[in-house]
């Protein structure tokens, strides 16, 4: 193995770069599993992984001139809108403006009143069992996403009742298909749980 002598700069950007990540063991959703009809688990729901998104690129004028300003350069985007048919591409007024959506070829316009009825609201934050899969039926790209950890609150009869579940869906070679909303309101998950011991 070669090693290299440089800058203590560059050894410390590196270090950052190549360092593990820290995450903290936050949980995700703590309450009532649902099994079934008046049989329920409480787990609570750790990220293992999570996705990493890189900063957005900005966009600089590059007729300005550089220099050590972090603002110097940047451009501000604006929008505006204008009827297809308008030669003259004449700015709409936002109060004139209102949300449509395709429906085939045709176009229908929607309220404001009426758009708030065309949202999807899950309500309240729940976990619940769905059906149960065989392994290989599940798809290898499905598991694309951040991988969360399940685990039973701390209670005997709650870790008895879990461990009883990852047992039977490892001698069955089978996994949970459960829908998730960790917080109020948020859009539902359909999750594949797997077992591990």
């Given at each position: 193995?070669?090693?290299m002598?440089?800058?203590?700069?560059?050894?410390?950007?590196?270090?950052r770069?190549?360092?593990?990540?820290?995450?903290?063991?936050?949980?995700?959703?703590?309450?009532?599993?649902?099994?079934?009809?008046?049989?329920?688990?409480?787990?609570?729901?750790?990220?293992?992984?999570?996705?990493?998104?890189?900063?957005?690129?900005k966009?600089?004028?590059?007729?300005?001139?550089?220099?050590k300003?972090d603002?110097q350069?940047?451009?501000?985007?604006?929008?505006?809108?204008?009827?297809?048919?308008?030669?003259d591409?004449?700015?709409?007024?936002?109060?004139?403006?209102?949300?449509?959506?395709?429906?085939?070829?045709?176009?229908?316009?929607?309220?404001?009143?009426?758009?708030?009825?065309?949202?999807?609201?899950?309500?309240e934050?729940?976990?619940?069992?769905?059906?149960?899969?065989?392994?290989?039926?599940?798809?290898?790209?499905?598991?694309?996403?951040g991988?969360?950890?399940?685990?039973?609150?701390?209670?005997?009869?709650?870790?008895?009742?879990?461990?009883?579940?990852?047992?039977?869906?490892?001698e069955?070679?089978?996994?949970?298909?459960?829908r998730?909303?960790?917080?109020k309101?948020?859009?539902?998950?359909?999750?594949?749980?797997?077992?591990?011991?």
């Amino acid at each position: 193995m070669k090693g290299m002598i440089c800058p203590a700069s560059v050894a410390m950007e590196i270090y950052r770069q190549l360092r593990k990540k820290e995450t903290s063991a936050r949980t995700k959703y703590r309450g009532a599993f649902e099994i079934a009809a008046g049989l329920q688990l409480n787990v609570q729901v750790y990220a293992r992984t999570s996705e990493a998104i890189f900063p957005s690129l900005k966009k600089a004028s590059m007729a300005a001139e550089t220099t050590k300003s972090d603002t110097q350069g940047l451009v501000k985007q604006e929008r505006s809108y204008a009827e297809i048919d308008d030669p003259d591409n004449t700015p709409v007024p936002d109060e004139k403006l209102l949300k449509a959506f395709s429906y085939g070829k045709q176009v229908v316009p929607v309220d404001a009143d009426k758009e708030k009825v065309l949202k999807f609201e899950s309500g309240e934050r729940h976990f619940q069992l769905l059906g149960f899969a065989l392994e290989k039926d599940v798809p290898r790209h499905h598991s694309m996403e951040g991988v969360d950890v399940v685990l039973p609150i701390n209670s005997e009869k709650n870790i008895k009742a879990f461990t009883g579940i990852v047992l039977a869906m490892i001698e069955s070679k089978r996994v949970i298909i459960a829908r998730l909303v960790a917080t109020k309101n948020a859009a539902p998950k359909l999750v594949a749980l797997f077992p591990a011991i």
